[in-house]
């Protein structure tokens, strides 16, 4: 089981910009936190490789769920579909690398975390799935 967790940085839609992905990094509350929880919509933008490049290399102190954006990505690059509604997530899911689709591949749509003083925390992109 994991160990309770005092602080947790939340970062959603970050889609693939890095420059905010960094200036949010380098922020001391985020630095400081135990976990870093990325709630989707990660890598449909412009910068998509950089971005995953960067949140991977953080190791386990990053958890990561799936976003709507993310899961569109993936079915395009897997031929599960031909058009995305946004018009820079075809580029973007043409940039990402097969350890990059690995990785979408296998995120979950949410999870549990034990947060101190709060308990038990779900994460989700939107809304839980099922619900």
């Known amino acids: 089981m994991m160990t309770?967790?005092?602080?947790?940085?939340v970062l959603s839609d970050i889609h693939g910009v890095l420059p905010a992905l960094e200036a949010v990094?380098?922020?001391?509350?985020?630095?400081?936190?135990d976990r870093i929880v990325l709630t989707g919509d990660?890598?449909?933008?412009?910068?998509?490789t950089q971005v995953l490049d960067l949140l991977t290399s953080l190791g386990d102190r990053v958890v990561w769920i799936s976003g709507n954006a993310d899961r569109e990505l993936l079915e395009y690059r897997r031929g599960q579909r031909d058009s995305i509604p946004d018009p820079i997530a075809p580029w973007a899911a043409e940039q990402l690398r097969e350890d990059h689709i690995d990785l979408l591949g296998q995120l979950p749509q949410s999870l549990s975390l034990p947060v101190h003083g709060l308990g038990k925390v779900l994460f989700c992109h939107a809304t839980p799935p099922g619900r």
């Open 4 to 9: 309770m967790l005092n602080r947790v940085a």
């Open 25 to 33: 990094l380098a922020d001391p509350e985020v630095s400081a936190a």
């Open 42 to 48: 990660i890598t449909a933008g412009p910068q998509p």
